[in-house]
């Protein structure tokens, strides 16, 4: 399995901002995936990280609003743009070193917008 | 539309007994299966997976059967202990849609 680390861990922001989510991971993988747990709801795919190229995005889920990079096989970043109270949830960044392989979590970015 | 569904939201089982977690899903084409564990303020554990050419795969008290013509799959813990008190997720895979999808979750209860 790999080894997952997201910054930063939880944030307080106002609506209206931008926050930035890393995640980095301690070896190359394949599949960078980007999920959302709203409370008392199951895990929502947001989109898949493409390296090098434009993430691919979920239905209702749209580039304007979480902008995603991949420059490399180990890092990758989601924003959450122009925040509104809806937005607060936890952001997971996962991945799958191959295709056929489990899907691997990091702790999860906890999001406040008031 | 939910393709995976866990129709339990909590579960409590003695110490030493079994647990069993139950998992639906409405899509044919998956074709590999995982269940997850999720602790307050931590990520999902990946626990043990299926894939859809077999009906049972078994590690240490952990056993995952699978139903393919009921569309179901369950989770069994024996015995269970209090340290496995956490939200179990079930989650199904396609290799050709290249996406998993997620349960809702159960949150099991051991209690001591």
């Known amino acids: ?114 | 539309d939910q393709q995976v569904k866990q129709n339990s939201p909590s579960l409590s089982v003695q110490e030493g007994r079994i647990s069993i977690l139950n998992c639906d899903y409405t899509n044919s084409m998956f074709d590999y299966f995982l269940w997850y564990k999720k602790y307050p303020a931590e990520g999902p554990t990946f626990l043990i997976s299926i894939s859809s050419i077999k009906d049972k795969n078994e590690d240490g008290r952990f056993t995952v059967f699978l139903n393919k013509s009921a569309k179901h799959l369950s989770l069994h813990i024996v015995p269970s202990q209090p340290g496995d008190s956490a939200v179990y997720f079930c989650a199904a895979y396609s290799f050709t849609g290249n996406q998993f999808y997620f349960g809702t979750g159960t949150s099991l209860t051991v209690i001591p």
């Open chain 1, 1 to 114: 399995s790999a080894v997952i680390s997201r910054k930063p861990s939880r944030d307080i922001c106002q609506r209206g901002t931008s926050l930035t989510i890393q995640c980095q991971v301690d070896s190359q993988v394949t599949m960078m995936f980007w999920y959302r747990q709203q409370p008392g709801q199951s895990l929502t795919l947001i989109a898949t990280a493409n390296q090098g190229s434009e993430a691919t995005y979920e239905s209702g889920f749209v580039i304007d609003k979480f902008p995603i990079s991949r420059p490399n096989l180990t890092f990758s970043t989601l924003t959450v743009s122009n925040m509104s109270p809806e937005d607060s949830s936890i952001y997971l960044c996962s991945v799958a070193i191959f295709r056929d392989s489990p899907l691997h979590f990091g702790n999860g970015t906890r999001l406040t917008v008031t």
